[in-house]
């Protein structure tokens, strides 16, 4: 009897002993025949089994990389609390896991993970189909997490995020419980915060998440874009309050409401500069449909954006940021978006959208030397942006260069782009931030000028009215340089005659036109219609300057005179006075004055000038003859025989020595050159400002053989 107590208490002991070293015995298997197991080695600091409570503890666990040397998981500690009795119920039920300070590491390769080798191939996770109708019993209590941290690694991108202090909490999960709860917090990146709380529905088959962060680094995003954009970085602070709702039964019905801000955000471009920076932008989010692509927003308001616009010889900074993206082929993208039967449609609306207190610095590097504008207080709003807007008004103003000042109203259509509205004002901008252009286009700085315009644009059923008003005040230009003008229309003339007397420049431009023409473009129409103006005013400048001085200008542009004349009539001393006024009151201008006519028919009218004079001194005559005086025709018989039966210029012509008559004929020029001179030396006008000199009459056309001045304007 005694033999078989001593039998069971061995057995016991056995037992008991067996059970007190199993975790030791498991551990030491584990570590020892993990490579075999797993292919990595494993390190297990405690592993303890609690057969009163039926649980399992094991604390510094590591799992190590291929290289047997970094850790690719790892824990401080895990606890699982298993409940045996509900097994009589067919349940599967566990009282509390718990996880501590866990860690992963997670890195992607081209041609996989890290982890990849722990993953069985397809063919041995091949079970046998289970064809009971038995429903599986389970439920999970006090399932927790604290501490983790999780290390991912792109190599692809060279993209690294890390997630530390990660919490997570799940109170209850089972096959009968009818909503769960769950919750999770952890760090992510160096200052941010996460903090998620969901609900599950099980019996409506629906579910919430509440998402807030707080200061999340949006930057391991830039890595993710360089194929799209040619960006180095985006950087911002990431805090929002998220709502999502959606439906267990259909994982597309999704809706997000909430507010977001994106703080200290930044991009910076492909070469390392800083293409937009904005201390902060809110969102109100109305809702964000994901199953009918429908995307609201209550409000966006973007404070402070400064925008660092640079133009090349090639493009600008803004176009070479957009490059890689509009060179990406989008055809498999519309592929995927008209697959047969789908006719979905994205829409989206922005009841408010503001810019406040925005700045733009544009910098032109095309020029001959660099112009950097200036667009400071910058304020935008635009009210109920959407894809199928027809009334969208925007209002703006801002300050350009510091002194002017940009300011208007505008009316978009998003359905038509041809039906808009425009009334802008453009005042009191400084001309001299523009120099590098002018000195560009037309080879001349500006000085000094003040520029003002204002716009109005109406376009609608197909017509287009415009109106647009200029003002130039005291306009000045400096020296030419030294550059070839790029434009050929003399702009600087044209904008100097057209300065009044208060040195006012003022255009009323009215523009109408078509939008149905299939070559419509607003901006080049206008911009056409302003070098017509100034083509005109250079091409016709006494037209421009003619209100100066209250005269036809027609009678300026040619001094008319008549043959043999040398002396200054009335009527031309009235046209030469005007001139006079007009230069007085527009120093910079150089007049000149180009003598025409006829070299054969003056000849021939000065040659029986010449003859008549001789006719007077040898027969001692006072009156002047007439041509056909019977004693002067008597005079060239006896010079020259058988001059009766010439035409008296033909006979004259013949009597006065060639040599003679083209003396004469060359101080005939002279004297009509030197009378316009002489005449704008007595009204002290400067002899710089005038030029008298003689056309090639040899070679001019016939229309234009007349005595005359031609007379032109251009600057000096």
Request: hydrophobic fraction near 40%; include cysteine.
């Amino acid at each position: 009897m005694k033999k078989r107590y001593y039998v069971a208490g061995g057995l016991l002991l056995i037992v008991a002993a067996l059970l007190f070293f199993l975790s030791s015995m498991v551990k030491n298997y584990l570590v020892k025949n993990s490579p075999g197991l797993t292919g990595r080695k494993l390190a297990i600091k405690e592993l303890h089994f609690n057969y009163w409570k039926a649980a399992v503890s094991a604390e510094g666990v590591v799992l190590y990389e291929k290289n047997q040397v970094d850790s690719f998981i790892a824990f401080q500690s895990l606890t699982v609390d298993f409940s045996p009795w509900k097994l009589l119920h067919r349940e599967y039920s566990f009282s509390q896991i718990s996880l501590v300070e866990p860690q992963l590491s997670i890195e992607q390769y081209a041609d996989g993970y890290n982890f990849s080798d722990l993953i069985p191939e397809d063919d041995s996770l091949a079970v046998a189909e289970n064809t009971s109708d038995q429903l599986i019993r389970f439920s999970l209590y006090n399932l927790k997490m604290t501490g983790g941290k999780i290390r991912l690694y792109d190599q692809t991108v060279e993209n690294r995020i890390t997630v530390s202090n990660l919490d997570f909490s799940l109170p209850l999960i089972a096959w009968d419980n009818h909503q769960s709860t769950v919750g999770a917090g952890f760090h992510l990146g160096e200052q941010g915060t996460v903090q998620v709380n969901a609900l599950v529905d099980q019996q409506k088959q629906c579910y919430t998440v509440d998402l807030s962060t707080t200061d999340v680094q949006i930057k391991p995003v830039s890595n993710y874009l360089t194929d799209y954009f040619d960006v180095s970085s985006i950087r911002g602070l990431l805090t929002s309050d998220i709502h999502i709702s959606g439906s267990l039964a259909d994982l597309m019905n999704v809706q997000i409401t909430g507010w977001g801000k994106l703080s200290n955000a930044s991009v910076i471009d492909g070469q390392g500069e800083t293409l937009l920076s904005v201390p902060e932008i809110r969102s109100r989010i109305k809702e964000l449909d994901l199953k009918n692509y429908a995307f609201n927003f209550s409000s966006i308001e973007i404070d402070q954006p400064a925008l660092a616009v640079t133009r090349g010889k090639e493009q600008t900074n803004v176009e070479q940021f957009f490059a890689p993206l509009l060179a990406e082929d989008t055809t498999q993208l519309v592929q995927l978006t008209m697959e047969k039967g789908d006719q979905q449609t994205t829409s989206y609306r922005v009841d408010t959208l503001k810019v406040n207190r925005g700045s733009l610095r544009f910098a032109d590097h095309t020029l001959n030397r660099t112009c950097t504008i200036d667009l400071t207080e910058l304020n935008v709003e635009l009210q109920n942006l959407s894809d199928s807007s027809t009334r969208m008004p925007i209002s703006f103003n801002t300050k350009i260069n510091k002194s002017g000042r940009f300011s208007g109203q505008t009316m978009v259509n998003m359905q038509d782009p041809f039906d808009f509205y425009l009334d802008g004002k453009l005042q009191n901008v400084d001309l001299v931030s523009f120099s590098p252009y002018s000195e560009y286009y037309i080879a001349s700085p500006f000085t000094q000028g003040w520029f003002s315009y204002a716009i109005r644009v109406k376009m609608a059923n197909g017509k287009l009215q415009n109106e647009n008003d200029i003002h130039v005040g005291e306009l000045e230009f400096g020296k030419k340089t030294g550059d070839k003008p790029y434009v050929k229309v003399p702009v600087r003339l044209a904008l100097y005659v057209m300065k009044d007397a208060k040195d006012n420049i003022d255009i009323n431009m009215p523009v109408s036109g078509s939008t149905d023409d299939p070559k419509f473009k607003l901006g080049k129409i206008i911009w056409g219609a302003f070098v017509n103006v100034l083509s005109k005013a250079a091409l016709s400048p006494f037209k421009a300057m003619a209100g100066l001085v209250g005269t036809d200008p027609e009678k300026m542009e040619y001094l008319n005179l008549a043959y043999l004349q040398d002396t200054l009539e009335n009527d031309q001393l009235k046209t030469l006075a005007s001139l006079a006024q007009i230069m007085q009151k527009k120093p910079d201008l150089l007049v000149t004055f180009i003598q025409r006519t006829n070299e054969e028919l003056e000849k021939e009218k000065l040659a029986v000038k010449l003859a008549k004079a001789n006719y007077m001194a040898e027969q001692n005559v006072v009156d002047l003859p007439t041509d056909d005086d019977s004693k002067f025709r008597q005079f060239l018989n006896a010079k020259l025989p058988a001059a009766d039966s010439l035409d008296v210029e033909v006979a004259c012509s013949k009597y006065i020595p060639d040599n003679q008559l083209n003396q004469a004929f060359v101080e005939l020029l002279q004297q009509r050159n030197r009378m316009i001179s002489d005449y704008f030396a007595e009204q002290q006008i400067p002899a710089g400002n005038i030029y008298v000199g003689v056309a090639d009459l040899e070679n001019l056309p016939d229309e234009i053989r007349r005595p005359e001045f031609k007379v032109e304007v251009s600057l000096k």
